[in-house]
């Protein structure tokens, strides 16, 4: 445990409220500061997986579990033992930064290349089960062909008949758009190379890759789902599939592809394709489609040696996973497996051998074995976990503060604030990741993305008493498309305010009231998108603070992942929640993109998080009083603000301040990292005795204040 004095004095000049020179003056804060022994990791997070044989010709199972550095493991696919497991990229571990694999393909010399979303790449030795990162400066042809400024996120990986790998690669940086990148382990001169560059001007992301018999098809997406095929001994061949209308309808990318005797088996994130079945069947040559596919996780696989049968899991509801063999050729299909048990989730290279096929589930580190028609599960606890950051915490209705993990999961945090911060896991989390909590009356609400679902839960008894009620249920045909609810907040003690982000490829948020005693929404919810109100289309609300029957709301310019923004400044607006009309709107001073962060004093003055800046507004104008100097990072992702006995609290960039909330003359930095080496302190939150608590993934910190 650390003690810091910090006396910080500094004279500051208002921005774009009333300018002065203060005179200077000291703010005096004396914290102290510890970390949180959060124990055990949670429940492994398994996008996909990978095997190969290793130099017993033993099967093994290569997995890594998604969190902070991510975790190696190596499953003994015979015995169902780990025989292996360690941290899969130590310097992303020690950044704090999140490592999740969402591609695996196996070498013909049985090493399994990794592709992550850290933009990583990484092949896995099966003899000793050591790691080498080929995402690095000292690759040749990795800096020359810039993979580091246009890959932000790798989604899926395969090969071509002589180990070339390609990568397909997301990056909404301008210019740089979805690409596929390769990489060639057998070259003399640049082993990383960009295959297309920008593939298409307007799309950031290439999805999905298969490669058969001289052609790589690349699954691209956001704007539109299209399938590009390219001749991969001269790539300045391609061309577009063209895709009938049942294949995409309604869809933004292709999710998954795969290729084999002139069919594609194709994927898309839309019910309302493929007879909602899950998969097409498409002729490669044509993009007619033939057939559709009951997938279970929406994934269909070769096997080596087959010519043309293919391999997906079915969904037999009692049974779980069937693993069904289909051959297009007669469109018929047998199952290899008749009473089931198989996990849902297929790798590309599940297939570890002719006979032996591992599948898992992505939230609760279960895994499955076919092995020659008999199914057995890999014992519970075999996968091992990783430290996971915190995507979202808050001190709940209880005094204890909660949080939600980073990904995909089904357990929430609880640290328990009464003596010695003790951690421990709940289960029975709806699926998905928490992006915002909100305190109603005695019950926890919890807005889980994706698809921006409302759930509560009572400290009391420790159930969620409410699941998954989606936002979109309450919004008109036409706009049903949000994504993240990032904002909530109480309005009472029975209803929340939620303000939602919406899906991919979209702009335009949305507000709603929610009921988590009954689980119903009130009617009027406004939708921001270019029907919604005038001076708001475009815009997403991303903070809130309430008051006195009125909805004060911060919105971002920022849609979903990967859209390019169409308003160009951010608004402050105030909502009335009797009436349900919209009071005013304002611009702010510097036209920032974003208001991160609000709140008020005990006295009703109100305080804002937006630009560069800590803003006071007029709560009755919306006009900044006066306003901070430089002290944020500008338009950062997310903010936190919170008001205790004078002083401001805020979270944004590489610090966490504390801020003389009288006059922003003065502040003190309770914490400052190194971006370049460390994780950014993030969801900071204020419990009732005035203890701060903030994540610095993939750690938690309390930090005691006394003036």
């Given amino acids: 445990m650390k003690r810091i004095r910090a006396i910080l004095a500094t004279a500051l000049l208002g921005f774009g409220g009333i300018m002065t020179a203060p005179a200077v003056q000291a703010l005096t804060i004396t914290h102290t500061e510890e970390k949180i022994d959060l124990g055990a990791a949670p429940l492994p997070n398994t996008t996909t997986l990978g095997t190969t044989v290793n130099g017993a010709g033993t099967p093994i199972g290569v997995v890594v579990s998604g969190g902070v550095g991510g975790v190696l493991n190596i499953i003994d696919l015979k015995t169902r033992a780990n025989i ?33 979303s850290n933009a990583g790449l990484y092949d896995v030795d099966p003899q000793n089960y050591q790691v080498k990162k080929l995402s690095s400066d000292d690759q040749p042809g990795y800096k020359t062909n810039k993979i580091k400024e246009n890959g932000k996120f ?47 001007p307007d799309q950031t992301t290439a999805r999905s890759v298969a490669y058969d018999n001289g052609t790589l098809y690349i699954g691209m997406g956001q704007t539109r789902p299209e399938i590009i095929a390219v001749n991969t001994k001269n790539p300045s061949e391609k061309r577009t599939v063209p895709l009938e209308n049942s294949a995409v309808n309604g869809a933004h990318e292709i999710l998954y592809l795969e290729a084999l005797d002139g069919r594609l088996y194709s994927t898309v994130d839309s019910k309302n394709a493929c007879k909602g079945t899950g998969t097409c069947v498409i002729d490669a040559a044509n993009g007619k489609v033939s057939d559709t596919l009951q997938t279970w996780n929406s994934r269909t696989i070769k096997r080596a040696g087959e010519k043309s049968k293919v391999y997906y899991i079915y969904n037999s509801g009692s049974k779980g996973g069937i693993l069904r063999e289909y051959d297009p050729g007669t ?21 570890a051998t002719d006979n032996v096929l591992l599948t898992n589930d992505m939230n609760s580190g279960a895994m499955t074995v076919y092995d020659s028609g008999n199914v057995s599960n890999v014992p519970a606890g075999t996968l091992k976990g990783s430290e996971r950051g915190i995507q979202t915490l808050t001190t709940g209705p209880d005094g204890n503060i909660y949080g939600g993990f980073y990904m995909s999961g089904t357990q929430m945090l609880k640290i328990t604030t009464s003596g010695t911060p003790k951690a421990e896991l709940l289960d029975g989390m709806p ?41 979109d249920s309450a919004l008109p045909k036409g706009t049903r498309e949000q994504d993240r609810p990032y904002a909530m907040t109480a309005i009472d003690n029975n209803r929340v305010a939620v303000g939602t ?29 270019d029907s919604g109100p005038a001076e708001l289309r475009n815009l997403s609300p991303v903070s809130m603070a309430y008051r006195g029957d009125k909805l004060y709301v911060g919105t971002s310019i920022r849609g979903g992942l990967g859209v390019q923004p169409k308003a160009s ?27 991160n962060a609000l709140t008020f004093d005990d006295s009703g003055k109100l305080y804002g998080v937006a630009g560069k800046h800590i803003y006071e507004f007029n709560p009755t104008t919306l006009e900044s009083v006066r306003s901070s100097d430089d002290v944020i990072t500008p338009d950062a992702n997310r903010s936190q603000l919170h008001y205790k006995d004078g002083i401001l609290y805020t979270a944004t960039g590489n610090k966490v301040l504390a801020v003389n909330a009288s006059d922003f003359k003065d502040r003190t930095e309770l914490v400052s990292t190194d971006p370049k080496t460390e994780a950014n302190p993030d969801s900071l ?23």
């Avoid at 930064?97 to 592709?115: F, P």
């Avoid at 469109?331 to 996990?343: F, Y």
């Avoid at 889980?448 to 969620?464: E, H, K, M, N, T």
């Avoid at 948020?509 to 919810?525: S, Y």
């Fill in 569 to 595: 400044e951010a608004k402050l607006f105030v909502y009335n929640v009797k009436s349900k009309q919209i009071e005013k709107v304002a611009t702010i001073p510097g036209a920032p993109t974003a208001i």
């Fill in 685 to 707: 939150t204020l419990d009732k005795d005035g203890n701060l608590y903030y994540s610095k993934r993939p750690n938690i910190y309390k930090i005691t204040v006394t003036k």
């Fill in 154 to 200: 790798f989604w899926d990986i395969t090969k071509d008949d002589n180990d070339k790998v390609y990568i397909a690669s997301f990056s909404n940086n301008t210019g740089a758009g979805g690409r596929v990148f390769t990489y060639d382990g057998k070259a003399t001169g640049d082993k990383w190379g960009d295959l297309l560059g920008q593939i298409s």
């Fill in 84 to 116: 292996a497991s360690h941290v899969l990229d130590d310097a992303a571990r020690n950044a704090g930064e999140e490592v999740h694999a969402w591609g695996y393909v196996t070498l013909s010399n049985g090493h399994v290349m990794i592709a992550t």
């Fill in 431 to 471: 699926t998905g990741q928490v992006e915002g909590f909100a305190n109603v009356g005695n019950k926890l609400v919890a807005g889980i993305y994706p698809s921006a679902r409302l759930s509560v839960f009572d400290p009391g008894s420790a159930q969620w008493t409410v699941q998954d009620k989606a936002v």
């Fill in 501 to 529: 982000v919406p899906n991919k490829d979209k702009v335009g948020g949305a507000l709603v009231i929610f009921n988590p005693q009954t689980g119903a929404f009130e009617d009027n919810p406004i939708v921001m998108n």
């Fill in 331 to 351: 469109k018929s299909t047998k199952d290899l497996n008749p009473n089931g048990q198989l996990a849902p989730r297929l790798g590309r290279n599940s297939w």
